[in-house]
């Protein structure tokens, strides 16, 4: 019977984080920046194909050119800003390809966390639900119990129960009793429910605790 404050409270937690995920909205944002800049990439990757055409250019104008210092000068300093230039460009790339990355992953285990409390909400409400179940056939079992023992006491004969020779309020018998067999049927439903929500539940939090790994 404690289970419903926790499960309320565990919901309110779950809600919450669903809250939270919707601020992962902006990795939508991000994948669409991603793509702009893959768009960019390309771009470069074509500036990055002339720079080396001119580098190799202008290395071959580096060896074959002899004719003053300063005609030599002002190819090694080309052929600097062009590998530095390339340089920068791999840089680019290589953050544009990270940056891709994490938002596809994080999208991932965004949908799988929610996933995962969605179900365990899910298996949380059955097993509240078979409990009530399991409970309220036990008292009807047990009342009926009652019943079947007021029915075979005897004026002045003690209660097999309580010993007492009078008997001024015996329980009746009830007509839609559960057998034995029943509530142990029940009883074994509301376990297993209650084994998977638990499953369930740990189940979120590896997700939940994974998520915020990645986000930190």
Known sequence: ??????TQKLAAEIVSSEEKLAKYEELELLKKKADALKDREAELGKKAEVLSEQRK???EEFRSSQESAEVLKSVSSELFV?????????NNINSLEKLEKDADQGIVMAKALGK?????????EESEKLRQKYEQ??????????????AGLRKG????VCGSLNHPHPAEKLADAPSEA?????QSESRRAAEDARSRSGAAAQQKGNFETFRS
């Not at 062009?82 to 791999?90: D, G, P, V």
């Not at 995962?116 to 899910?122: F, G, H, R, S, W």
């Open 116 to 124: 995962a409390q969605k179900e365990y909400l899910d298996a949380s």
């Open 137 to 150: 056939l036990e008292q009807i079992f047990l009342d009926e119990q009652a019943g079947i023992l007021a």
């Open 82 to 90: 062009c590998s530095s230039a390339l340089k920068e460009l791999e």
């Open 57 to 59: 250019r202008l290395t």
């Open 182 to 186: 029943e509530l142990k049927t029940a």
């Open 157 to 160: 004969a003690p209660c097999p």
């Open 1 to 6: 019977r404690e289970k419903q404050p926790l």
